[in-house]
């Protein structure tokens, strides 16, 4: 039996107060421990509640989201024309929804969560009644109040309001939906080019009393600094390194994979048919997203010892590194993946940090040439012979699930050079090589060092001896299959030099400095370091 009540949640904004973290994607889709801030909310209600979704800013990949990781709840979505500029109120997307709720509904702002416990959402009272989400807290500053007399709210005040009894945290119940409506109406025609029309003024307007119903856990993630807060509350830490323009978000059964790229998606997709059972089954995926089973087993990079290492070695030989024969458009691959990205890295990183600088320095004590003067140096005939083989492309430990049975591989990379099937067993290897020394971890916790001047650059990194035993490991098979030590360094070294533009200050600058420094040592045979 379908429930006598409705769920509006406002997606439509672009929630420019989160930053780069909404620059390609909904507000709503930004992750909080595991999940999207949306998944929170949708789980809050029961399963046959229907909910409807107003769509505006990237509201495609909204719509994507939730029929993809929910095919079984009722969801009805609403387009929004106008969801920025004047006359993009919330009141505005909340009247574009006005004929999908005649019924009582809960009106439940797209960047609040309510908990009951830590990590287990609390039971959200039905709209049988007209009620308002009150929280205690001694700061109005960024949030609208209420101001409560006995059990029932007087007026919603402004932000700022220093008399005042709760926050308002952007949740209501609408048992009288078609005076809502109605006055609602009438604000919107007499005020609609005001972009700051909210729930606020129309249930003031309304003059009717409503309950104040306080939640004792409340997490807004309306603005970066609520957002870290509100991943405190939320402890469930990942090992990945978030980029804006993509994401991965963990559910019991299976995994969603975000990418702002439609291409990223279609060739991952495609790319399994080559990956065959290394990696977990693809169970659906559509423009922007890719859903696929969970694998079952412990995180390579928590359980990784030398013997748990070697048979991961042995198994991707067998299994994932399978040889080809090599041909001149390989190579061309290789040129163009090695130099012509490399190239176009070290730019960007250039153009967008004006605290760094591509002349000589000194660094760790030897002085080392630019990254540019670096890559001319190179002898790319050398470094681009090569065979195609089978590939991963992002092959780190934190990718690599350890099972009862071998290995899955996760975050496969999209392609290599272009091609979906080959790639080049080098770059597998010293993405490898490189984890082994940088890696997730110790990022996120801070353990590095970069000190830097117009003379002189200091940089390093703590590295576990579980990891430093794994990588001698990984030498000693390097040498012991005929393959290239030399090489894999050096390809290490264009990795660091590659990611930096990618992530945020400092770590771009270590990454990028001290890419520079082992590049520098391993093309002139100094000593072996990395």
């Not at 390609?24 to 399963?47: D, F, H, M, Q, W």
């Not at 270590?510 to 990395?530: E, P, Q, S, V």
Request: negative net charge; contains cysteine.
């Amino acid at each position: 039996m379908a429930a006598e009540y409705k769920v509006l949640i406002t997606t439509s904004g672009v929630g420019s107060r989160l930053g780069d973290l909404t620059k390609y994607t909904n507000k709503a889709l930004v992750r909080v421990g595991r999940k999207p801030v949306i998944s929170y909310i949708v789980e809050a209600y029961p399963p046959d509640v229907e909910i409807v979704v107003t769509l505006g800013y990237y509201g495609s990949h909204v719509r994507e989201f939730l029929t993809l990781t929910y095919p079984e709840r009722t969801f009805t979505f609403v387009e929004i024309d106008n969801y920025q500029g004047p006359g993009s109120s919330l009141v505005y997307s909340m009247s574009k929804a006005e004929h999908c709720l005649q019924c009582p509904f809960i009106f439940h702002a797209s960047d609040t969560i309510v908990l009951n416990g830590l990590s287990t959402l609390g039971d959200i009272p039905r709209p049988e009644y007209n009620w308002l989400g009150g929280y205690r807290s001694s700061n109005s500053n960024d949030y609208r109040s209420l101001s409560v007399s006995g059990d029932y709210v007087t007026r919603i005040n402004e932000k700022g309001e220093m008399n005042y009894d709760y926050d308002y945290i952007g949740l209501a119940s609408i048992h009288d939906y078609a005076l809502f409506w109605k006055t609602l109406k009438a604000i919107y025609e007499e005020y609609d080019q005001d972009k700051q029309l909210s729930d606020c003024h129309v249930i003031n307007k309304m003059g009717i009393p409503f309950k104040c119903m306080v939640f004792h856990k409340w997490l807004d993630i309306g603005n970066t600094t609520k957002l870290k807060e509100a991943q405190v509350v939320i402890n469930e830490p990942m090992n990945v390194l978030d980029k804006p323009e993509e994401s991965i978000f963990i559910f019991n059964d299976f995994v969603i994979k975000f990418f702002h790229d439609k291409r990223t998606v279609a060739n991952r997709v495609k790319r399994t048919e080559f990956l065959g059972d290394t990696v977990p089954e693809i169970l659906q995926s559509t423009d922007n997203f890719y859903k696929y089973s969970y694998a079952k087993g412990d995180l390579f990079s928590e359980v990784a010892n030398i013997e748990s290492f070697k048979k991961l070695l042995q198994w991707s030989f067998v299994n994932l590194w399978k040889a080809s024969v090599s041909n001149s458009e390989f190579y061309d691959a290789c040129l163009d993946f090695y130099r012509t990205k490399s190239v176009g890295r070290i730019n960007k990183m250039l153009s967008v940090n004006d605290k760094m600088t591509d002349e000589s320095v000194e660094i760790n004590g030897l002085k080392v040439p630019g990254a540019m003067e670096l890559l001319k140096s190179m002898d790319w005939h050398w470094l681009c012979t090569s065979y195609p083989s089978g590939f991963h492309g992002d092959f780190i430990l934190d990718n690599i699930i350890k099972t009862e049975n071998g290995f899955k591989l996760l975050d496969w990379r999209q392609d290599f050079g272009g091609s979906l099937e080959w790639g080049d067993i080098y770059y597998d290897l010293g993405k490898l090589n490189h984890n082994l020394t940088v890696n997730h971890d110790i990022i996120n916790k801070n353990l590095f060092r970069i000190e830097f001047d117009a003379e002189k650059v200091i940089c390093n990194i703590h590295v576990l001896n579980s990891l430093q035993d794994c990588k001698q490991v990984l030498h000693q098979f390097i040498i012991h299959k005929g393959f290239d030590l030399k090489k894999v360094q050096v390809i290490t070294s264009l990795i660091w030099l590659n990611m930096a533009p990618l992530h945020h200050y400092p770590f771009n600058l270590f990454l990028y400095y001290f890419g520079r420094y082992n590049l520098y040592i391993h093309l002139n045979d100094i000593y072996d370091i990395a």
